[in-house]
């Protein structure tokens, strides 16, 4: 029984002919490339749509402490420490309800982390929009 010989095989091809019909069959095949505007338009529009849907995860889904200090400290650009002037609690308070709390080395807790969770779940994914 004869061996495999890949050689064989294999016909020799002038690369410049390969590349030639990969170019003029993307012409064919492939969709049309997005312009820059277009690219921007679309993701504004997956950026919008999923503003709104995360503005009601925020009002429905975390607490009403949360939910204050998440809108005032990313929607009005608040300091943790002006949020604490505000609400009238401590600097530490601000961060905790925000970022949650590290207890036996584990993170726990915190609004982000919970609207991390909730737009994993429910597909809204930064990478589509940003």
Not at 95 to 116: D, E, P, T, Y
Request: charged share 25%; glycine share 4%; proline share 4%.
């Amino acid at each position: 029984m004869s061996k495999y010989n890949p050689d064989f095989w294999e016909v020799p091809v002038d690369p410049a002919i390969i590349n030639n019909l990969i170019s003029e069959s993307s012409v064919f095949y492939h969709d049309p490339v997005e312009t820059d505007e277009e690219t921007k338009i679309r993701k504004q529009k997956l950026r919008n749509e999923a503003m709104k849907q995360i503005k009601i995860i925020i009002h429905t889904r975390l607490t009403a402490i949360q939910r204050d200090i998440v809108h005032l400290y990313y929607f009005e650009n608040k300091t943790q420490t002006e949020i604490a002037g505000i609400l009238k609690i401590s600097q530490q308070v601000v961060s905790k309800h925000l970022f949650g709390v590290i207890r036996n080395g584990k993170k726990i807790g915190g609004a982000l982390k919970k609207l991390k969770k909730i737009c994993i779940q429910q597909n809204i994914m930064p990478e589509n929009w940003v």
